[in-house]
């Protein structure tokens, strides 16, 4: 297993399309080994692939606490197939765009169909954090970051101070 480099804000990487994952071999097992690795070294509690330059539909998810076992979670071409109308608030932070938090709304639940690492069809009804992280993830996926859920004038602020950021800092380079 290995610690992928992640991509910061505004990387234009961040706001690529992941693609269907098609095949379902040893390779696939280790990324996501890969991933988890990386989610858990960051610390967070959600990774999509993309993020550490994989534009595929893959994501990993841990939301055990410090005094839990490990409890990972790897979702592959999740689809959201349903959300409720009731609405939840969390406070929501991105490996992506470190150190910075802010509340965002999004369905309080929701329903998502996804491949397992075997490629078998699952699907999972979500509440609270879970429901929250899988729509974070999923978003990325779609290059949607989670200041798209605020302000515009805060998002401006935080994009503003993360390209001042960058200046110091090389360019991602997308993996092969």
């Known amino acids: 297993m290995s610690i992928k480099p992640l991509i910061i804000l505004p990387d234009p990487v961040l706001r690529l399309v992941s693609k269907p994952v098609e095949r379902f071999d040893a390779p696939l097992r280790k990324f996501a080994d890969d991933m988890l690795e990386t989610m858990y070294d960051a610390p967070g509690i959600g990774l999509a692939a993309i993020q550490v ?5 893959m994501l990993v998810i841990d939301l055990a606490k410090e005094d839990e076992p490990k409890a990972p979670q790897v979702f592959i071409n999740p689809k959201m197939v349903e959300r409720s109308d009731e609405r939840s608030t969390y406070e929501e932070g991105c490996l992506s765009i470190p150190d910075y938090y802010a509340e965002v709304e999004r369905p309080a639940s929701v329903r998502v169909k996804y491949l397992d690492l075997d490629g078998v069809e699952r699907e999972v009804k979500a509440e609270g954090l879970l429901a929250t992280c899988l729509q974070h993830e999923i978003d990325h996926l779609d290059g949607v970051l989670f200041i798209d859920h605020i302000s515009r004038l805060k998002r ?14 090389p360019p991602s380079r997308m993996a092969g």
């Open 53 to 57: 330059g994989e534009p595929i539909r």
């Open 156 to 169: 401006d602020i935080v994009v503003r101070k993360f390209r001042k950021l960058a200046k110091d800092r």
